[in-house]
């Protein structure tokens, strides 16, 4: 209804205008003012009665919201399978077992759709899983509280999404075909007629709009005229600025061509201080290689010792060497030596550890039984100790009892002599 009050016949599309903030500010003011008029006349186009006045009308809503409760069952019903121990508990064995059954059901047409293309045994898959799901179904409507609580736990009162994007859709399909039927079921037949007058004063206003907005549009096209004046002003400022520019370049050049005189003038007499600079350095790489010539005849005497200093060295290490080895050698076979006796020790303590498996068997069997006395008799004196206890308990209520009885044939007794007394 909104939609044909938006869009109706005649309608008129204006192109996008580029505003300042200012115009900016008003429109979103305006817009916000006209969203709060079509809120206000859609109020006006809402039934009176908020409630189903016939059981007709009322069976009709029981229905669609039977079929709706149907379908989330029917979403949230592969969530329940896959998850069927953590809702065993509250489901009962009834409803666990349809719903295992309807699993079973679902796991064999899935195999025989991967590996057969049986059209009759397909449709008697089909149909087989058509009647077990119809039995779950049916015990759902036996149990309304169970089926009222996955709803609420899976669908409405949890932030995960338990059921798929089709299902989802299909189910607020559902609910908007509610609300629509609720509308038209509550709507009277004076409420219509009103809605129709209404709704003939809203073309009119319509009309009355797209008369408005041809005159702006007018308005319009005359301040877009306006503004091509007006860039055509700027074009020919701009052309100016361009001539201007185009002579500030000619000077430039001038400038650089002068500029680029001075530098070679400036480079020349550089060239000819940096002769005078170059002999004085030649000068100085002579005496910087005199001085190199007799740094080398100092390293070579120096070097000259230090070889004689590393063979002095080196016949040292080779000395030290062969005293290593002939130490090694005599280390091996000590170590051979001490091999063998650690390989006899090994087989006797093998022989021992064997002895010792049987003489710790023959501990654990002592230990066990030493255990099992130990908790005989511990047993049996708990026994003894509750035994007492009782006995205990036993004679204080007696002694108790006794007491209260002689104190009771005592009140008597001073009972029958004051009545004696008294005669």
Not at 42 to 60: S, W
Not at 171 to 192: F, Q, S, V
Request: net charge positive.
């Amino acid at each position: 209804m909104t939609e044909v009050m938006r869009n109706g016949p005649g309608a008129v599309l204006l192109p996008p205008l580029n505003l300042k903030s200012k115009k900016s500010n008003r429109t979103r003011s305006g817009s916000a003012n006209s969203q709060q008029g079509v809120s206000a006349a859609l109020r006006i186009l809402d039934p009176v009665r908020k409630k189903l006045a016939t059981v007709e009308t009322q069976r009709i809503v029981a229905c669609l919201d039977e079929t709706i409760r149907r379908h989330e069952l029917l979403a949230i019903l592969p969530t329940i399978l896959m998850q069927l121990p953590r809702f065993s508990v509250s489901l009962g064995a009834e409803l666990c077992e349809a719903i295992q059954i309807h699993k079973e059901n679902c796991s064999v047409y899935d195999e025989v759709v991967k590996h057969s293309k049986d059209s009759f045994k397909l449709e008697n898959l089909r149909q087989e899983l058509t009647r077990s799901c119809k039995n779950v179904m049916r015990q759902f409507a036996l149990n309304p509280a169970i089926a009222t609580a996955l709803r609420n736990e899976l669908i409405h009162e949890t932030s995960k999404q338990y059921i798929s994007e089709n299902d989802a859709k299909i189910i607020d399909g559902l609910k908007e075909m509610r609300a629509i039927m609720l509308e038209l079921l509550l709507t009277t037949p004076a409420e219509e007629s009103d809605r129709a007058a209404y709704l003939e004063q809203v073309s009119s206003r319509e009309k009355k709009n797209l008369a408005n907005i041809d005159e702006l549009q007018a308005q319009l096209d005359k301040a877009l005229e306006d503004k091509e004046q007006e860039t055509s002003k700027k074009t020919e400022i701009i052309r100016r600025l361009k001539n201007d520019l185009f002579q500030i370049e000619q000077f430039s050049e001038e400038h650089i061509r002068r500029t680029k005189t001075e530098a070679d003038k400036q480079q020349t007499s550089d060239s000819r201080n940096s002769e005078a600079k170059q002999s004085k350095l030649k000068s100085e790489v002579t005496q910087v290689e005199d001085e190199m010539t007799r740094m080398l005849q100092e390293n070579r005497e120096v070097e000259q010792t230090l070889r004689k200093k590393k063979y002095k060295i080196e016949t040292e290490v080779e000395n030290w060497i062969q005293k290593y080895d002939t130490d090694m050698d005599d280390k091996q076979t000590e170590y051979e030596k001490i091999d063998k006796v650690y390989t006899e020790e090994k087989k006797q303590l093998s022989e021992l550890e064997e002895k010792f498996k049987v003489l710790e068997e023959e501990y654990s069997k002592i230990m066990e039984e030493r255990r099992i006395a130990k908790e005989k008799r511990e047993q049996e004196e708990r026994e003894l100790k509750a035994n007492i206890k009782a006995a205990v308990t036993i004679q204080a209520y007696f002694r108790a009892y006794k007491v209260r009885k002689a104190l009771k044939n005592k009140s008597k007794k001073k009972k029958g002599k004051s009545s004696k007394k008294k005669k």
